[in-house]
């Protein structure tokens, strides 16, 4: 599993939930299915795992008070070239 906001590169999945590390955020992203059996037990367990890292990481006293947000991207308009 991934170290929590300790890189930008780092990637990992539990079943189709793609999980993005980041050092100002972390991104997660699809969907897992939970299901009644062992296989279901390992993702519930990697993703509690997942869960817990995240909140010993910000409860450790690494967390601002609040990020400022991203600035939004510079957008040229040009002339449509069909109308």
């Known amino acids: 599993m ?3 906001f300790a890189d930008d590169e ?3 999945s539990i079943g189709d939930l793609a999980i993005e590390n980041g050092t100002g955020k972390v991104a997660i992203s ?3 299915e ?5 296989a279901g037990l390992e993702r519930a367990r990697a993703l509690k795992q997942l869960a817990d ?4 990481e910000l409860e450790a ?5 609040q990020i400022a ?6 957008v040229d308009q040009v002339a449509n070239p069909f109308a």
């Open 34 to 38: 939970i299901t009644r059996d062992q």
């Open 53 to 56: 890292d995240l909140v010993a």
């Open 61 to 65: 006293g690494h967390a601002p008070q």
């Open 2 to 4: 991934i170290k929590p």
């Open 69 to 74: 947000a991203a600035q939004a991207a510079s």
């Open 10 to 12: 780092a990637v990992a």
């Open 30 to 32: 699809g969907s897992v």
